[in-house]
C-alpha cells in the first residue's frame, strides 16, 4: 500500500537526512519509514514527524521502498512532499 503511495507521489525526498531538512521546512505531507532499517538513523525521523503530527508510514523493506522511489539501493526513509 505505501510502496504504491511513494510511487505515484509528485514529490518525493528519499534518504533520512534530507527526510529532516524536508520536515524541519515543514514542507512533508507523510513520512514512510522501512522497518529494517537501523532504528537510530530512524528514531529522529520517527519523533520529528510525530512532533509536528505529520503521518508516520512504517512498512517491511529498505529494499522494496528504494525500488518505489525509482533507486537501485535501499531507502530507510521517504518523504511525501505537500
Known amino acids: 500500500m505505501s510502496y504504491d503511495k511513494v510511487s505515484q507521489a509528485k514529490s518525493i525526498i528519499i534518504g533520512t ?9 515543514g514542507s512533508v505531507k507523510e513520512v514512510v519509514v522501512a522497518k529494517d532499517a537501523d532504528s537510530v538513523l530512524t528514531a529522529g525521523v520517527i519523533q520529528l514527524a510525530k512532533n509536528q ?27 511525501i512532499m505537500l
Request: overall charge positive.
Open 17 to 25: 537526512k534530507q527526510t529532516v531538512k524536508a520536515l524541519k521546512r
Open 53 to 79: 503530527n505529520i503521518a508516520v508510514c512504517m512498512v517491511d523493506s529498505m529494499k522494496k521502498l528504494g525500488k518505489a522511489c525509482g533507486i537501485e539501493v535501499g531507502a530507510a526513509a521517504v518523504a
